[in-house]
């Protein structure tokens, strides 16, 4: 099984900056794909960054230059720092894991599209 767990969620004022973390659990021998997500109440589940094992970065409009992700592929980890937050950053933010190729016994799989909990991200003053 695979399973993500992030952190780093509260609450901030506007203008301030938050760092989010996820960590990857399992028999994972591969990552390819990890991101961030957000789910605002009564809106849709969007994009907010995604990076590929090799490095290959894309933004959201919304937060091109206020956020920044990065990975470290050996720790299994994506982490996601966000500066000069508006309120309508606010959002659960979610971990998102893709083509993960994992072993089960002597046997790889690869599975798809795994999430974390979500981290609860509160812009307010």
């Known amino acids: 099984q695979v399973q993500l767990v992030e952190s780093g969620g509260g609450l901030v004022q506007p203008g301030g900056s938050l760092r989010l973390s996820c960590a990857a659990s399992?028999?994972?021998?591969?990552?390819?794909?990890m991101g961030w997500y957000r789910q605002a109440p009564g809106k849709q589940r969007e994009l907010v960054a995604t990076i590929t094992s090799g490095g290959r970065i894309n933004y959201a409009e919304a937060v091109k230059g206020r956020f920044t992700i990065s990975r470290d592929n050996a720790k299994k980890t994506v982490s996601l720092q966000m500066n000069s937050l508006k309120p309508e950053d606010t959002a659960v933010y979610y971990c998102n894991a893709d083509r993960v190729q994992y072993r089960e016994g002597a046997a790889y799989f690869t599975g798809s599209d795994y999430w974390g909990q979500g981290t609860q991200v509160t812009v307010s003053s």
């Open positions: 399992g028999n994972i021998y591969r990552i390819n794909d």
